[in-house]
């Protein structure tokens, strides 16, 4: 089924059914089919959803919570809009299956502040499954309650990094937390928590009604099932596709009319750059890493002026927090604008790349640890065009090359 | 005088918030939108019965404060315009859609128009990749802009 559209996420499904199913199960039996199912974080680091749940479910805590993941912010990624424009009651009911499996009655949804538009929608479908008691207090008679309530964001991507989430979530700065403990140990308010991006929750009524063996089918072996994507950039048609997992980079552009493609930036800005020799490639946790985001640059592109915008974007996104994060991406965005006025030599550049997988190992949090990635794979495949390019004028007195 | 009983209205209108939110130290970040919304800034007076209603330093309500890229710390204008100036965007046209709004308000990103009207900021990915360029203005969004879509919107607010 590899490379095939799909619909798993984008398919009508009457609300309900999936959630009545669940609770007429054992808890744990719920998360032995999330587990048996191999769904994976859809988030970008793809963790196992029923692992987490477990690790929940057997936290000692008066109280637990689930927590959805509504901060999206990776450049180039708008599938959660859609999904919680389209498809919300999905994400609750998905949300309130998880609060029966791990035995938490209060669920939070973390909405990004630029989506503060949508937050209406939410809060009309919450009150709507509250009205056919899908929510809320002895959900279908069931003695079972739970709630959920939408949390804004303030603006910061930061955020979207899960103990920064919590601490956001919690009034404070969105500052990573050390790990561990985890938030399934240690989550919000001290309490054990779910944190689960929107389209993992998405996926979870349709594993419930359709079984965890049909969805383990879709997909590779490491990475099952379906994923959305993003589709940015240089393309006939941009949009929001459902693919399997492992769909090459090359099915990808062909469905959505992509021509002279020089390079496609796959998971965002905090994601690797893929040129033409790796087309071939899938899109899965086992190769390239499905973050949802595929931002497309056709051969007009200057790969340097990309990079220059991930650079920035990441200096500016940094909380400051931890030193190789917040002084790693200002050096290598510097490194960047050396190498646009031409004075960046080829032995300062080793020096960056060092400080680049520094970063890699010594950041605090996914941010710090990823803000490389574009720099690295930028440069190793276009390396060639970024020496050979035409310097910006200069006074060479005034601004020698750095070595 | 007049300052004086300002800021007593002002205090007032903290304490209701806070006690809203029943005193809660973790719902500073909702106190600080709603007052955000209210009067366009968080001040130094504000920020400060905020702290002293719930207990804190002011420094840590001014440190939240200043994390956040939607709260502000200074007056802006009415409308806040963020245009996104990432990459997606970019590659569909940002850059004469920013040349068309600054031509129309007269000022730079970052500045605010005299009348007090307008700020013009760039934002980083508004999530409307597929459709850009795009922008916010306050809490609507616009897309597919070009720099005449663009100036024409800005107009409707003026």
Known sequence: ?403 | MKLESRNNQIAQEVIEIVEKYNFQREKLLQILEELNDSYGYLSEFVMKEVAKNLQLTTTEVYSVATFYSFLNTRPKGKYIIRLCKTISCVLAGKNAVANALRNELGIDFGETTSDGKFSLEFTNCIGMCNQGPAMLINNDVYYHLDPEKAVEIVEKYQ
């Open chain 1, 1 to 403: 089924m590899v490379g095939h559209k799909i619909q798993i996420l984008f398919s009508p499904a009457e609300t309900g059914i999936a959630l009545r199913l669940a609770i007429g199960k054992k808890p744990e039996d719920i998360i032995a089919q999330v587990k048996e199912s191999k769904l994976r974080g859809r988030g970008g680091a793809g963790f196992p959803t029923g692992l987490k749940w477990e690790l929940v479910q057997q936290a000692k805590g008066e109280r637990k919570f689930v927590v959805c993941n509504a901060d999206e912010g990776e450049p180039g990624t708008f599938k959660d809009r859609i999904l919680l424009t389209d498809h919300p009651c999905k994400i609750f009911e998905g949300m309130a299956i998880c609060g029966y499996a791990v035995g938490a009655q209060n669920g939070v949804v973390y909405l990004r502040a630029e989506y503060r538009y949508l937050r209406e929608g939410l809060v009309n479908a919450i009150k709507k499954m509250k009205e056919s008691n899908y929510l809320g207090k002895n959900i279908m008679g069931s003695g079972f309650n739970f709630d959920i309530e939408i949390h804004l964001g303030a603006g910061a991507y930061v955020c979207g990094e899960e103990t920064a989430l919590l601490e956001s979530l919690e009034g404070k700065r969105g500052e990573a937390r050390n790990k561990p403990p985890y938030p399934t140990e240690c989550g919000y308010m001290g309490c054990p928590t779910v944190v689960n991006n929107v389209e993992t929750f998405c996926y979870v009524p349709a594993i419930m009604t359709k079984g965890a063996q049909w969805f383990s089918e879709i997909g590779t072996m490491e990475s099952t099932g379906s994923k959305l994507f993003s589709i940015s950039g240089d393309v006939a048609k941009p949009g929001v596709y459902e693919l399997a997992m492992g769909s090459t980079v090359d099915v990808v552009l062909q469905l959505v009319g992509a021509k002279d493609t020089k390079a496609v930036q796959v998971g965002g800005a905090s994601g690797i750059c893929v040129a033409e020799k790796d087309f071939n490639k899938p899109i899965s946790f086992e190769s390239l890493p499905p973050g949802g985001s595929i931002i497309v640059f056709n051969k007009s592109r200057d790969m340097l002026y990309v990079l220059k915008n991930f650079m920035e974007f990441f200096v500016e996104e940094s909380c400051g927090q931890c030193t190789p994060c917040r002084e790693g991406t200002y050096r290598l965005l510097q490194g960047v604008e050396m190498m646009e006025q031409g004075r960046c030599s080829i032995h300062y550049l080793h020096t960056l790349r060092d400080l680049a997988q520094t970063m890699l190992i010594s950041s605090k949090c996914g941010l710090g640890q990823l803000a490389p990635n574009p720099f690295l794979s930028i440069i190793d495949n276009f390396k060639g065009e970024i020496l050979a390019r035409d310097r910006v004028a200069r006074n060479s007195k005034k601004t020698p090359v750095v070595r």
